[in-house]
């Protein structure tokens, strides 16, 4: 099984293309610039066409997601709830939660039918205890608005947790 895993970030799109159950790394790459001024990338569906034009077979696609916010606390299977929740998780990561949602529609339209997969880095902290994660402001700021600590780079964390 060939799974594609991306990290659609701001104005780049890195990938890398894995051979499974056998852990093998087929190819890896990266586009930059994606939306920059005089870029010969316009936009992540442009990215995702020309990296999907290199590679064939994908059956599998995962996705890095930057903020699950108190939603998502393990990966789970994109569909249309997914997509509004992560949505919705931009108004707490405008820089990153819209390009991770560009990747996830650019794949929706170039395999459709293709599974994929979001992982979130704010799921590996998501054991932090309310006294370590809530800020000294008033109360409401995390009540209505969410404003609490998260924890961020859970992926790495969490390999690094398994390799130590």
């Known amino acids: 099984m060939k799974i594609l895993v991306i990290n659609s970030g701001s104005s780049s799109i890195k990938y890398k293309l894995f051979q499974m159950p056998a852990e093998r790394l087929v190819t890896k790459g990266e586009i930059e610039h994606i939306g920059e001024k005089g870029a010969k990338v316009p936009d992540h569906y442009s990215g995702l066409k020309i ?7 994908v059956q599998a696609v995962g996705h890095r997601v930057v903020h699950g916010a108190e939603k998502f606390k393990k990966p789970v299977i994109i569909g249309q709830n997914v997509i509004k929740g992560i949505r919705k998780c931009a108004a707490i990561a405008p820089l990153h ?8 529609l650019a794949c ?3 395999l459709p039918g293709v ?5 979130f880095d704010t799921a590996f902290h998501q054991t ?3 006294h370590a994660y809530i800020y ?3 109360y409401d700021y995390y009540k209505k608005l969410g404003v609490r600590k998260y924890g961020f780079h859970g992926t790495s964390h969490e390999y690094v947790a398994g390799q130590a």
Not at 51 to 57: C, F, H, V
Not at 97 to 104: F, H, R, T
């Open 51 to 57: 990296i999907l034009e290199k590679i064939s077979a």
């Open 97 to 104: 939660n819209p390009a991770n949602l560009s990747g996830i």
């Open 108 to 110: 929706q339209k170039l």
């Open 115 to 119: 599974l994929q997969i979001a992982v």
């Open 128 to 130: 932090i205890p309310p």
């Open 136 to 138: 000294g402001l008033p």
